[in-house]
């Protein structure tokens, strides 16, 4: 888990921290130049801060700084630098030699046997520093612990020394490792540990002084106390032995007593917080669970498929009634795309319709047209769906859930409307609808050709005498039955309707005006020869065929239409059962 610390708070604080460290830097430096010695000792007795040390403080303020700014390059180069002149120091220990690094910049007029040379407690402090500076933006994400390790190594020199301060200095400068280290470089190593600890970012420890999470606001309060409250009293404790109050061999266990108790009190504290956050964090997610099986129990219960998809498209939860309308288990379909779900050749549109989704401003969207929208069964059977989607963001990620209907029953529904929209009932052909509807095609066809195209208009003679005379089920099945017959001498091209009552309409297809006389004369035997037979009774029947043809030039069928029906009319007037077509065709 990463942390993010770029509080105001944070920045102010390194900010201080940098500034404290450069300025004390060029300070000490300047008063090894003008060889003023109570700045670069601060305390008279007390070890100097040496020229080295004031030049690593001001490479470190530099390197926090470039590392905030993301400038790794120079933070590289600082860091190295630091890491040089510390190693070499320590190498100079190492081997007792001197090779003037302990004189880099200036002379040091007061030490005779290490002349500018910090010690080597310094001087490994600043070692770890710069290493800390070169991997502080990978170490904490990568290597938290390996960046925690090394940032209490570096701290454990300074605090040392700081303790050392204040309970015996003098112990403190009889020790070769830290006989050299002044009290303001011990303070200034702890203050840029401070800020290399509130600027690392991944899951190390070192950012809990930061951190926005309930371990760290526990750390930052346990902190003064566990490392405070030991000090005071160590410094007490000293003050009470000097007067001769408590001895020496009372005052150690003393103090061991009330430090253990210290720490015993704060783990103490710590892990009654512990349990309360546990016992509550278990309520809540008692409590979601349960919320969780309730809403699948609801979601369960639906008849609809319900999915939950990420915005890559994969499928994060579903409920039962995807597996039985799409027909896959819960564990075939989660962590799956939902393209298994699309045909492929609708992959396209479907990512541009979601993508689009996606980008748009709207919340949800509903697709209630089975004719158009199909998901695939595991059978791999298109089937035909509704489907309403809505997208929400929950947390940083955008989620799309989808409810989709099986539409089966819909589509049957639809298809049998536009059945009987578009055929007669009776007859089972096409209507005037579906007639009037085509028509309208053709005109609106950018091609709109009517060469080779002819219009018949037909009427059954004496249908009205028909119906009077038998009655209108014998005359249900006249019109049936002239249906059949004029089918049987269509091809596959022609298209046969029926106008209204008794009239009926075939368009013919590549035919001359002869073809299609010959055609009409074929129906008008056809008819004529094979009587309607039912039941109760056999009738023969005639028909009347008037016939209409697009002149050249013309851009549309209606003229045509027309004079098919004009000369139907003239085909009745003139005697019936025959042929008739208009005289301009």
Not at 185 to 197: D, K, N, Q, R, S
Not at 265 to 275: E, P, T, V
Not at 504 to 509: G, R
Request: hydrophobic share 45%.
């Amino acid at each position: 888990m990463k942390f993010s610390n770029t509080s105001n708070l944070s920045k102010c604080v390194t900010s201080i921290i940098i500034s404290i460290l450069i300025v004390v830097g060029f300070v000490v430096l300047w008063g090894w130049f003008v060889e003023y010695e109570r700045i670069v000792i601060l305390i008279d007795g007390f070890p100097s801060m040496k020229a080295n040390t004031a030049i690593c403080f001001i490479l470190l303020g530099m390197g926090l700084l470039v590392r905030l700014r993301r400038n790794k390059s120079w933070a590289t180069i600082i860091a190295l630098t630091t890491v040089l002149i510390s190693g070499l120091t320590i190498f100079e220990y190492a081997t007792k030699s001197n090779f003037g690094i302990d004189q880099l910049v200036v002379k040091d007029p007061w030490s005779g046997i290490y002349p500018g040379r910090m010690s080597i407690g310094t001087a490994i402090a600043f070692f770890l520093s710069g290493v800390l500076i070169y991997v502080m933006d990978s170490w904490p994400d990568e290597r938290p612990y390996l960046f925690d390790i090394f940032l209490i190594l570096t701290l454990s020199g300074p605090l040392f020394a700081v303790f050392a301060y204040i309970y015996s200095p003098s112990d403190l400068f009889g020790t070769r490792v830290f006989s050299t280290m002044s009290l303001h470089t011990a303070i200034g190593f702890i203050l840029f540990l401070v800020g290399i600890a509130i600027n690392a970012g991944g899951s190390c420890s070192a950012g809990l002084l930061v951190r926005p999470t309930l371990a760290g606001k526990r750390f930052r309060f346990l902190l003064p106390q566990v490392l405070l409250l030991p000090l005071v009293l160590g410094w007490v404790l000293e003050r009470v032995i000097i007067g001769g109050r408590i001895t020496p061999s009372l005052g150690i266990p003393i103090f061991s007593v009330i430090v253990a108790l210290i720490i015993i009190i704060s783990l103490s504290w710590s892990a009654q917080r512990d349990d309360e956050w546990s016992t509550k964090l278990e309520i809540e997610r008692q409590a979601r669970s349960d919320i969780e099986t309730k809403m699948n129990m609801v979601l369960d219960l639906a008849g609809d498929a319900v999915l939950l998809v990420a915005q890559n498209g994969t499928i994060l939860y579903l409920n039962s009634g995807a597996e039985r309308i799409l027909g896959y288990s819960a564990v075939e379909l989660r962590s799956k795309n939902i393209s298994m779900l699309i045909p492929a050749r609708l992959h396209a549109r479907h990512e541009n319709h979601m993508k689009t989704f996606i980008e748009s401003v709207e919340t949800s969207r509903i697709h209630n047209n089975p004719l158009h929208m199909v998901a695939l069964h595991k059978n791999g059977n298109e089937l035909p769906v509704m489907i309403t989607i809505t997208k929400r963001v929950v947390g940083k990620e955008l989620l799309v859930a989808a409810i989709i209907k099986d539409a089966s029953f819909v589509k049957r529904q639809i298809d049998t409307l536009n059945e009987k929209a578009h055929f007669d009932a009776l007859t089972g052909i096409r209507n005037r609808r579906s007639f009037e509807e085509r028509i309208n095609a053709m005109k609106l066809s950018k091609q709109r050709k009517y060469d080779g195209l002819a219009i018949l208009m037909m009427d059954i003679d004496y249908f009205k005498k028909i119906n009077d005379t038998w009655g209108h089920d014998i005359g249900d099945e006249v019109l049936q039955g002239f249906a059949i017959r004029v089918n049987s001498c269509l091809r596959h091209t022609d298209e046969l309707y029926r106008y209204g009552g008794e009239e009926f309409v075939v368009i013919a297809n590549t035919l001359e005006l002869g073809e299609a006389n010959d055609l009409a004369e074929r129906i008008c035997n056809r008819v004529r020869a094979t009587p309607i037979i039912s039941e109760e009774v056999e009738i023969t029947i005639t028909c009347s065929v008037g016939i209409g043809v697009p002149l050249k030039g013309e851009k549309d069928i209606f003229p045509a239409l027309e004079r098919a029906d004009k000369a139907l009319y003239r085909a009745k007037e003139s005697g019936r059962n025959r042929v008739v077509y208009d005289s301009l065709s």
